[in-house]
């Protein structure tokens, strides 16, 4: 037996081991390796307030912040931020990112990766980036860190509503790539992931709304406590931007109850299938046909998500797993928080069953594994095959639902900035 060699950690936050074995009788060499990434996920106040710990204690043993920005949090916080590195000694180096939807591209990753490198910031493989904002700079600074020295970690300030309980803990870095959205990237979540309610003061109502949908995505197929709080406090937590606005403590109280289940809900299933090992992923839920048509319609993600629930919703029921009023409970809470629950871009079965092949080409090949809610609220089910008929029912039914609805049901502030792409 080997005696037992001393490793030399690359970084406190990865570890993991593997085994070698010769084939009997053969020439072959079979290797098994894992990794184990350590992470923290933590719902804080008043995160740039001097007493506040929770990036001194990460930093000050470094010295330096090496952290990447968004250019738009950074015009709101970035003299807060800068106090509370400079109030506590440590050298903050900082790079301010334009990161809207149109950003999430390659060339950002790459200038990202530029200041990060040898010509500029230096980082080492086990210095923790900061990275600071919503879920675009997420997604794109993770990326970059997953590319600088192939794996180095970082700490993410979720300031928006979807980084707070997705994006941000979410192992799924990324950028777009023409095929689908979110297409090119890596598994590579942060190691630590700061919530603080108090920054969605200055976040536009369009963005609390739209981020809320993906809570609605866990409520409706993980966890029916959230449902029901969503139900009796979501509207007033859209309102006051989950009682930022108004310090309002006790809406501020159960703001931070929602987003603490959400995210206990997302960690349950995401956070031990980062690099997603199993196809079965109840937060797949309103994934499925939205990223062949979102960038198509020019939707705000958590809209398209929202249609794409409400379309899952209908079929679930189609297929006998989802009774009829808890189709409709699903699809009124969307409605009460302004989400849309159709949009024309559905009857476009081209684009739809593309989106739907390339999806189920995406989750191996074998099957759809489109997640939707089974048999009550706040359970799952999986639909293995949804063939095109049953899908253009599905349409149908939805349209006939929002035909009565105000604005045909196309939700409220439901659109980028940017021009759709037809
Ligand atoms: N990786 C994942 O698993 C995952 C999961 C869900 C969503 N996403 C991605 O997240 C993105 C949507 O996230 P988002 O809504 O945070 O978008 P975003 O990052 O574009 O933020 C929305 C807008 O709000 C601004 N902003 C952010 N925080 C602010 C604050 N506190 N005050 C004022 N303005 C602020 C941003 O600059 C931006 O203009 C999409 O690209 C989506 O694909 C990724």
Known sequence: MNPKRELFATSEYYSGG??????????DIEISASLTVTMRVSITKDVFSPGNSALRDVYQPRGRCVAVLDAVVDRHYGAALRAYFSYHGIELIAMVCPAAEPDKTLRTAEAILE????????????????????????????????????????????????????????????????????????YHPPVLTLVDSGLFATLES??????????????????????????????RLLATKFGS??????????????????LLSYLRHEGTNAFEIYQDRPHAYGHTWSPGFERHAGLLHGHAV?????????????????????????LALSRRLGLA????????????????????????????????????VGAVGYLEEVPAELLAEAVRRNRLHAEGLPGGGRGVDAFLDAKPIH
């Open 206 to 235: 369009r963005h609390i709304r739209h981020g809320m949908a993906e809570i609605v995505k866990m409520a409706a197929v993980d966890e029916l406590r959230l449902f029901e709080l969503l139900e009796e406090h979501g509207e």
């Open 18 to 27: 593997g085994q070698v074995r010769e084939a009997v009788g053969g020439t």
């Open 341 to 376: 629950v159709y949009d024309p871009i559905l009857e476009s079965s081209e684009i739809l069953l593309a989106g739907q092949e390339a999806m189920r080409s995406k989750r191996g090949g074998r099957a759809l594994w489109a997640p939707v809610p089974r048999g009550q």
């Open 115 to 186: 200041f990060l490198g040898v010509n500029n910031c230096n980082v080492a493989r086990d210095e923790p980036i900061l990275v600071v904002g919503g879920g675009v700079i997420s997604d794109t600074a993770g990326l970059a860190a997953a590319l600088l020295h192939r794996r180095t970690p970082y700490v993410m300030l979720a300031t928006s509503v979807v980084a707070a309980v997705d994006a941000g803990p979410s192992p799924r870095t990324c950028v777009n790539g023409d095929q689908f959205k979110n297409s090119i990237g890596a």
């Open 245 to 262: 606005v108004g310090h309002d403590e006790e809406l501020r109280k159960v703001g931070d109850e929602v987003l603490h289940r959400s």
């Open 306 to 330: 929202a249609i794409d629930m409400a379309l899952s919703t209908t079929l679930a029921e189609l297929v006998g797993w989802l009774p009829g009023p808890d189709r409709e409970r699903i």
